[in-house]
Every structure is written in C-alpha cells, then in structure tokens.
C-alpha cells in the first residue's frame, strides 16, 4: 500500500515541443513515447505497463469515450499500434486518436534510502496533433521538493530523489534536441530547471497543502 500522499494537480510538469523531432501520427507518438520512457526506466522513474488515451469525434465537439490498454510489448512495436487502432469505439469509426498516458510503476527511495514502489510516480504523456507531436513530464508528490506537503522539511528524501529526476530530464533534453518548457505553476508547484521551485518558507516549514489534497 501507498504511503505516499499524491496531488490531485501536478506539482511541477516538463513539456516538449517536438514538431521538428517527429511528424504526426500514432506510430511516431508511440516511437517518441519508447524512447522517453527508455530513459525514464533508466532512472527507475517509469516501467510502462499500460496506456490511456481518449477517442475524439471532431465534429461532435470532444471526447466519445476512454481506453486503457495493458501493455504486452514496447511500446513502438507494431503490435502496439495495431490493438490501440482496434480499440476505436465500434459505434464512432472517425474517431481519432490524439495522444495518450503511459502508465506504470517507479521507484523512490525514502529518508533511510530503502526502495518503495508507486504507481505513476512520474506520468509521461505524448500528444500528437496535426501540427506535430509534444510530450509532457508531469509528478504529483512531494518528494522531490525540499518540503512535504505538510509544509515540514524532509531534506533526506528530497536529497535521495530529486537529483535523479533532474538527472532524466537533462538526458531527456539531450536525447530530443530541446530543452524542456517548465508548465504552468498550480496550487502543489511550478518547476524550476530540472526540479520543484522551492517554495515561501516562514519559520523553516513551507505551506500546508493537505487541504487541498
């Protein structure tokens, strides 16, 4: 069981303009979405074990219904691309696949440096639109900030998991050829570089966000 608290909005999230990286389409999503997540579980950050996407119909005005999808090869097999294809909604045969999440389990260390496993710990998701594909690097938990979400320091945990989200991101940047875009700021953080902004500190404890969790 988790004893991690997660966001209900991303604390920090990473975006990538790949228009010049890849052309539209679900087999170059699914490449782009291979190698990404080949760093991600280099890092221990992501083991892909599903996709999600939703299936839009244009001229109704938005999403007709939701498919996940358990993995059972890479990614940018062709396999892969051909079950997502065969999932189209029978009754919507122009509905159209924009872009997906890649779910799955990673790793993070706690303050003794013991490994703990958590569902979609990092969420990669990659969008592909008729002007080109983007993705998107997304966290929803507090350890990778310098403060829990209860506003109390955690130097330890922040110092066994931070550095090695920064580390995949920079390999990330590298291996696309683009530096990524730091996302809008929510109520949980904004990102900073490569890691979670710190936030306002009064009297050495950060905000208390349980509220909003």
Known sequence: MSILMRASRECASWFWDLEDYATPGLRAALSA?????????????????????????????????????????????EGTARRVEELRPVGFPNAEFSGFLVTGVGVWLDEHGVQRYEDRLVELTVSSEPLGLSADVSVYHDIWGPYDFRGMPHPEVHRQNAPRLAAALKELDGMLGVAAEPGEATYFGVAEGYGVADPEVTDGRGPDLTSQL
């Open 33 to 77: 979405a291979a190698r990404m997540s080949d760093v991600l579980r280099k890092h221990e950050l992501l083991r892909p074990d599903g996709l999600e996407w939703f299936w839009a119909v244009p001229e109704q005005g938005g999403a007709v219904g939701k498919t996940r999808l358990q993995l059972t090869a890479r990614l940018d097999d």
